[in-house]
Nanobody, 125 residues
Framework: QVQLVESGGGLVQAGGSLRLSCAASGRTLTRYSMGWFRQFPGKEREFVAGTRWSGGSTYVGDYADSVKGRFIIFRDNAKNMVFLQMNSLKPEDTAVYYC???????????????WGQGTQVTVSS
């Protein structure tokens, strides 16, 4: 059973940056897709960013259009962790952010196996 624990959420002013971290245990996730989702109040959880293995030591990322160019997803396989660097934050980025581990190496946007507990990100205007 994979356990995911997020950290790094908080309150930030518009235009600022935050880095979310997700520590995984229970399985080495080197060859699995990982990602981040977010959930606005009263809305369904939505995909934010994902990373998956593309061969050798290379990973590819994909992003929701709303965060492309502002957010960066990256991973530290030695620590079994994945991160979301969020730059140029906007008030509309305010949400609960969830770390996700994929079922395999397919895009995490389509196949989530495990979820973290979520971390609140609040961006003030």
């Amino acid at each position: 059973q994979v356990q995911l624990v997020e950290s790094g959420g908080g309150l930030v002013q518009a235009g600022g940056s935050l880095r979310l971290s997700c520590a995984a245990s229970g399985r080495t996730l080197t060859r699995y897709s990982m990602g981040w989702f977010r959930q606005f109040p009263g809305k369904e959880r939505e995909f934010v960013a994902g990373t998956r293995w593309s061969g050798g030591s290379t990973y590819v990322g994909d992003y929701a259009d709303s965060v492309k160019g502002r957010f960066i997803i990256f991973r530290d396989n030695a620590k079994n962790m994945v991160f979301l660097q969020m730059n140029s934050l906007k008030p509309e980025d305010t949400a609960v952010y969830y770390c996700a581990a994929g079922l395999d190496n397919t895009r995490v946007s389509t196949s989530v196996d495990n979820w973290g507990q979520g971390t609140q990100v609040t961006v003030s205007s």
